[in-house]
């Protein structure tokens, strides 16, 4: 039976939602993370490095000689872990939403 | 100061699910299909199966080595998007499964076609089959990308 556990890293709004769009992705760019959430590169950057410190979230930079620093793509993902705490804090939510009778 | 959400009460529960499906919603809006891309997944059908018009059908057929260019090709298209989008998928669906079978299956029967008509002296009828392949390809591509999409929509 799949695990529920509440996360209380994971919950906090800005957290959820960042791995709520990493979940069904491989990879997603820092850049279109950050646009699609709508906050600054300095809070995105605050709570992946509290994700990355949780074993969470693991970020890489695509080195291009084409590209300056500036233009580099970060490519940011779930780590194995980070999915599984995910689900299991969606399935959490799902109870407490939706309890049954 | 960070706060803690222990216990969330139940509306605060189906908000934070249903802000997880609206972001969602959000990026696959924001993911736009570039086209001059999936033109390029065009270019290498097409290239593939213009590459019938270069061998000579019969018992000293040798099959042409751009197979593997075009592999590579695409490839190199597949990153690009990747690139320009700033998405890779995890899952596509199984409809972007199908529309790359067809891929497949059409530019092979194209190439197929094309060697035909080099057979019979017809090289210029390769340029036609190209074309479809091209045509083929793209759209077909175009398939695949929305479907990847739709799947990223729905989680």
């Known amino acids: 039976m799949a695990e529920t556990r509440f996360d209380e890293i994971i919950h906090a709004p800005v957290r959820l939602r960042i791995c709520g769009l990493l979940r069904p992705v491989d990879h997603l760019d820092f850049a279109v993370l950050r646009d699609?959430?709508?906050v600054s590169d300095a809070t995105l950057s605050k709570h992946l490095k509290t994700l990355a410190t949780?074993?969470?979230v693991t970020s890489r930079k695509a080195v291009s000689a084409g590209r300056d620093d500036a233009r580099r793509i970060t490519w940011l993902a779930l780590t194995r872990a980070g999915r599984t705490a995910f689900d299991a804090h969606v399935r959490a939510l799902q109870e407490i939403a939706t309890p049954s009778i | 100061m960070e706060n803690h959400f222990r216990d969330p009460s139940r509306e605060e529960a189906a908000a934070a699910l249903n802000a997880l499906s609206?972001?969602?919603e959000h990026l696959a809006a924001s993911v736009h299909a570039p086209w001059t891309l999936l033109a390029a997944f065009g270019?290498?059908?097409?290239?593939w199966v213009s590459a019938a018009a270069a061998t000579n059908p019969g018992a000293n057929y040798e099959p042409p080595s751009s197979s593997w260019l075009a592999l590579v090709g695409t490839l190199i298209v597949v990153y690009l998007i990747q690139r320009e989008t700033g998405v890779r998928f995890r899952r596509m669906g199984a409809r972007a499964g199908w529309a790359i079978v067809g891929i497949i299956a059409a530019c092979l029967l194209l190439?197929?076609?094309s060697l035909g008509f080099v057979s019979f002296g017809m090289h210029w009828a390769v340029?036609?089959?190209?074309l479809v392949a091209f045509a083929t390809t793209t759209w077909l591509a175009s398939v695949a990308y929305r479907s990847a999409v739709?799947?990223?929509?729905?989680?």
Do not use: N, Q
Request: charged share 15%.
């Open chain 1, 54 to 56: 949780s074993g969470y």
């Open chain 2, 43 to 47: 270019g290498v059908g097409a290239w």
């Open chain 2, 127 to 130: 340029a036609p089959t190209s």
């Open chain 2, 22 to 24: 609206s972001d969602r």
């Open chain 1, 36 to 38: 699609t959430l709508s």
């Open chain 2, 150 to 155: 739709e799947h990223l929509r729905h989680g």
């Open chain 2, 111 to 113: 190439f197929s076609v």
